[in-house]
């Protein structure tokens, strides 16, 4: 299926780069701005099964795309700007944001110099529990369990089923089908348990994997004290707030929130919800977030930024600069606003 979906988009990417039709569409659906969502920035990976693939680009897409906005007059800005300028109105010129979620150590090693050559800001949403080192990146974990078996057993729907891992393409489904069927369980500690149980029958630690990946309470002080970094909330644990209490998804935002102050001794203003999607992400969530004092929010929905944004700051969509689809020559589409107005029924501002 997400195959399927992945086709769907290129071939509507490739449409509208072909026929031209975003630019028509730009002058309507490009809005004032925009925020760029990005995970990993780092170096291709030449593993035949990369299920996350997606959440990655390469340092050279990143470049592409930086370059492009500045041939359009864009200004590259940091969300406190964003927030002024949405707030005052002030769209006399268009403008970007660059956003990377979860706090990953590629994210210095690799964006930050990056951003360096245009000095362009960044924010980097932090999941405290990661640098703790002590967070599950379960869908990390997952996917090397799948590429390191041949076959997997799992109990979904209540009874084991058993998945052929063999090939590439039997990897890919499978890692879909677990990943779907997780997705759906009841709690964060529902799906945790599932994915700590795989990795012990399959040997591998997923107890490790926010150490070696994402960067810790000591790095991240150095890496905030850049003048073009700014540091945003991801929660403690990375878990759906929506499936949450209220009780506990306040929890989830102002504990972090504290942790990440405390650590960097400096605010953490600005919010990012994991997996932001509609299932994890809505109005109770966009209410939270406003009560506790984000001046603002981000979701995975997508979209371009307009005047109305301004009305709904703990519910703004993003642009995602994709893994499977980082060829330079999609940038004018992504950014006329065209692709998102599609995905979207052409409606501007999707916060409900």
């Known amino acids: 299926m997400k195959q399927l979906r992945n086709t769907v988009i290129r071939a509507g ?73 949405l707030i005052e109105r002030n769209f006399t010129r268009r403008f970007a944001c660059f956003t990377f979620d979860d706090g990953y150590r590629d994210n210095r090693d690799f964006a930050l110099p990056v951003m360096r050559e ?29 590429s390191a078996a041949s076959a997997i057993e799992v109990p979904i729907g209540g009874s084991t089923t058993r998945l052929d891992t063999c090939t590439v393409q039997a990897k890919r489904a499978a890692f879909d089908r677990i ?48 003048p073009l970094v700014t540091i945003g909330v991801h929660t403690v644990s990375h878990c759906n707030l929506a499936k949450q209490s209220e009780t506990i998804a306040s929890f989830e935002l102002t504990t972090s929130r504290a942790r990440i102050e405390d650590a960097l001794q400096r605010p953490a203003l600005h919010l990012a919800y994991p997996y932001g999607d509609r ?50 020559r999609l940038l004018p589409v992504l950014t006329s606003g065209a692709a998102t107005a599609m995905w979207n029924g052409f409606r501007r501002i999707d916060a409900a």
């Open 118 to 146: 245009f000095e362009a800001p960044l924010t980097v949403y932090v999941t405290s529990d990661f640098a703790d080192g002590s967070g599950r990146l379960w869908w990390i974990a997952l996917e090397r369990v799948i």
């Open 279 to 328: 299932t994890a992400a809505g109005q109770r969530e966009f209410a939270l977030a406003k009560t506790i004092g984000f001046r603002t929010a981000v979701t995975t929905r997508p979209g371009m930024l307009f005047a109305e944004s301004a009305d709904h700051l703990t519910a703004l969509q993003r642009v995602s600069l994709n893994g499977n689809y980082q060829e330079a």
């Open 179 to 226: 990943h779907d069927w997780l997705r759906a369980l009841p709690g964060e500690c529902d799906v945790q348990r599932e994915v700590s149980a795989l990795c012990i029958r399959h040997g591998i630690d997923d107890t490790t994997i926010a150490r070696e990946l994402c960067l810790s309470w000591d790095e991240l002080r150095q890496f905030a004290g850049d």
């Open 13 to 85: 990417l490739e449409a509208l780069c072909f026929s031209g039709a975003h630019i028509l569409l730009r002058p309507v659906f490009a809005g004032v701005g925009a925020i760029f969502m990005l995970h990993h920035v780092r170096p291709r990976r030449d593993d035949a099964f990369q299920p996350n693939r997606h959440l990655e680009v390469e340092p050279d897409f990143l470049r592409a795309t930086l370059a492009h906005l500045r041939a359009l007059d864009i200004d590259i800005i940091s969300l406190d700007e964003a927030h002024h300028r």
